[in-house]
């Protein structure tokens, strides 16, 4: 029985995942702190205890995310583009495509039959089309971000963002507000800009089926919705773990594979 960790530190929060002989064991999600390595040491310590190991029990970590140069504890650095790759693939073994919405930036990665990278493009440049676009919206509708993805299915007459800006997009919203208009209609309308903006994005790098959502936007039901209505293809589901983990499970796994020398590791 070896145990392996993978810990992902983002910009908005940080992730860590203990797997054992392929399966997740424990897992944690924090908020990240301004200093990485204080963020990945707050994380570990969390995930260990919701194991009930040591540190010591931990066979081989591997670290990902901007802060993954930074965590005393890693045997080794990945890059989060490696690790939401191997992620994909074990949340649908049949993935081409993976679409990453993380806190600051976006992530569209290609990969071959095989599951090798082909292409990647990231978009770090804006918010509008990351997990703060909808962080700021949903602040301003007053509305939890969960919710914010439940109302796209309640939505009747949807709003149209006149911007994907985050600046101008807030001020749309405000006027929605301030008209009157259905909560519901506004919030499928902000998810739509979201999509329309990742889609964009999307088209940089043609699309494969299947289609694999990380991050934690993939919990966002009208986004996906709306990605699948633009891309003209299936957002693939996956049910093995909650998508905001898949660096941090990418990582683990290919902690596993380190351990084990097998590249099938964790499937």
């Known amino acids: ?22 399966r997740i064991r424990a897992s944690a999600i924090i908020k990240s702190r301004p200093i990485p390595a204080d963020s990945a040491s707050a994380v570990i310590e969390d995930v260990l205890r919701a194991a009930a190991l040591k540190l010591d029990k931990i066979a081989f970590t591997v670290g990902t995310g901007y802060g993954r140069d930074k965590m005393p504890f890693a045997d080794k650095a990945v890059s989060e583009i490696q690790c939401h790759a191997r992620a994909a693939r074990w949340f649908v073994p049949g993935a081409r ?20 990278i082909l292409q990647f493009v990231t978009n770090d440049k804006c918010a509008a ?8 919206m949903a602040k301003v509708l007053g509305v939890s971000l969960t919710e914010l993805g439940a109302m796209s299915r309640r939505a009747r007459a949807p709003v149209v ?7 101008w ?8 507000i301030h008209s009157g208009k259905d909560p519901a209609d506004i ?6 800009a979201m999509a329309k903006r990742v889609a964009t994005l999307a088209g940089s790098v043609k699309p494969a089926p299947e289609i ?30 909650d998508p905001q983990l898949a ?20 499937i």
Request: hydrophobic share 45%; net charge negative; charged share 20%.
């Open 169 to 176: 997009a807030q001020a749309d919203v405000i006027q929605y």
């Open 129 to 136: 089309g990351t997990g703060r676009f909808l962080e700021v």
């Open 212 to 241: 694999c959502l990380t991050g934690g936007v993939a919990k966002n039901q009208g986004v996906a919705m709306v990605l699948e209505r633009l891309l003209g293809m299936k957002v693939a589901p996956f049910r093995k773990a």
């Open 247 to 266: 660096g941090a499970i990418g990582a683990a796994l290919l902690a596993r594979e380190a351990v084990s020398g097998s590249r099938q590791a964790g």
């Open 97 to 116: 495509t993976v679409i990453d919405i993380g806190g600051q930036d976006a992530k569209e990665i290609l990969m071959d039959p095989d599951g090798s």
């Open 187 to 192: 919030g499928a309308g902000i998810d739509s």
């Open 161 to 167: 963002l006149a911007s994907t800006c985050t600046v």
């Open 1 to 22: 029985m070896r145990f392996v960790a993978g810990c992902d530190v983002g910009s908005l929060t940080t992730k860590a995942v203990i797997m054992e002989d392929g």
